[in-house]
């Protein structure tokens, strides 16, 4: 380690399920890395929806992972086990499987990417955990392709943000529901095709008016429930479904009769379980495709806020009375 590593670290723990006061500051030992893996000094961490259900109890950590909340982070690396030794000094930004709510986090060496000279750590910290989930789940499992039509679901959330840039950028029309007008105004200034008010308008019919009937060529879906049967509605033949979260609930009815007639492909995935090589194979990738564009500054986190790293409790309060459009990052 540097020299001038200290031996314990100010870290944000869940001290029991519940509110967002249930997350409190903490003196923690500063954490050693392994084979493969390297030592961050964070200067930022992004805040997620998986934080908020680990916070309420929903959510454990995998095993391994750390125990502390956090999915993202971004600093200098300060440290490294056998293996990883080489990025000792340069900023990267990083996927980890917890841990990132602390002054010093953990990271496997192949979910670091390098941050590009001019983009803030705050920014760099926005980027894996969504970037990731929508280019696995939108790209990859739902095989989205220039000149298609993706409906995506919470338009202005982090992943909403997150969908619509990467559409931009490969040419899929993004279509994306929001619950305001302003909401709607908000994705549509960042590139949406079309943008959706959910509490005044049906977004099946208003979907299918918008592709002359068609459908959309693929769904992320964040919400579950009641939505699948109305998703499946929205798409074309042939259309892929794809579920990464379930905030109206695990269960829903749907009609098989209407999945074979159509060819549908229903299919979902969580990252944060899987395993550091499948992690790492999809950095490498995101490396490959993605990554230029970070580089020349076309893609950028849309960011909502910033929070002191122990004003966590705040930061969750913000994500969870859902005012935010784009990311909201604690920085220590």
């Given at each position: 380690?540097?020299?001038?590593?200290?031996?314990?670290?100010?870290?944000?723990?869940?001290?029991?399920?519940?509110?967002?006061?249930?997350?409190?500051?903490?003196?923690?030992?500063?954490?050693?890395?392994?084979?493969?893996?390297?030592?961050?000094?964070?200067?930022?961490?992004?805040?997620?929806?998986?934080?908020?259900?680990?916070?309420?109890?929903?959510?454990?950590?995998?095993?391994?992972?750390?125990?502390?909340?956090?999915?993202?982070?971004?600093?200098?690396?300060?440290?490294?086990?056998?293996?990883?030794?080489?990025?000792?000094?340069?900023?990267?930004?990083?996927?980890?499987?917890?841990?990132?709510?602390a002054e010093y986090a953990i990271a496997p060496a192949g979910t670091c990417l390098p941050v590009p000279v001019g983009l803030p750590l705050a920014e760099a910290a926005a980027l894996p955990e969504t970037l990731f989930t929508v280019w696995h789940n939108l790209f990859e499992r739902g095989g989205a392709v220039e000149g298609e039509w993706a409906l995506v679901h919470g338009g202005?959330?982090?992943?909403?943000?997150?969908?619509?840039?990467?559409?931009r950028l490969f040419g899929v029309k993004a279509v994306v529901t929001c619950g305001s007008d302003a909401k709607c105004a908000a994705a549509l200034e960042l590139g949406a095709a079309a943008a959706i008010?959910?509490?005044?308008?049906?977004?099946?019919?208003?979907?299918?008016?918008?592709?002359?009937?068609?459908?959309?060529?693929?769904?992320?879906?964040?919400?579950?429930?009641?939505y699948l049967p109305r998703n499946l509605q929205c798409l074309a033949e042939d259309g892929?479904?794809?579920?990464?979260?379930?905030?109206?609930?695990?269960?829903?009815?749907?009609?098989?009769?209407?999945?074979?007639?159509?060819r549908l492909h229903l299919t979902g995935s969580t990252l944060r379980p899987r395993t550091t090589e499948f992690k790492s194979a999809l950095a490498e990738e995101i490396r490959r495709e993605v990554w230029p564009f970070v580089g020349t500054g076309q893609l950028r986190p849309v960011m909502d806020r910033t929070f002191p790293l122990r004003d966590a409790a705040a930061a969750h309060a913000r994500m969870e009375a859902g005012e935010h459009v784009g990311k909201i990052v604690l920085v220590t």
């Open positions: 380690m540097y020299s001038d590593t200290p031996a314990t670290m100010v870290a944000i723990e869940i001290q029991q399920p519940g509110g967002p006061e249930a997350l409190v500051a903490a003196e923690r030992p500063v954490p050693r890395p392994g084979e493969g893996e390297v030592l961050v000094k964070v200067a930022a961490a992004g805040v997620n929806r998986p934080d908020v259900l680990q916070r309420r109890g929903f959510y454990p950590p995998p095993p391994g992972a750390s125990d502390l909340p956090g999915l993202e982070i971004a600093g200098e690396v300060v440290a490294a086990g056998e293996g990883a030794t080489h990025l000792i000094g340069t900023a990267v930004c990083a996927l980890v499987a917890g841990g990132g709510y202005t959330s982090g992943i909403g943000t997150t969908a619509i840039a990467l559409c008010d959910y509490a005044t308008q049906d977004f099946v019919a208003e979907l299918r008016q918008l592709t002359s009937g068609r459908g959309a060529d693929v769904v992320l879906d964040m919400v579950g429930g009641d892929r479904h794809v579920s990464i979260a379930t905030q109206r609930g695990v269960t829903a009815e749907l009609n098989i009769m209407e999945v074979m007639r159509r």
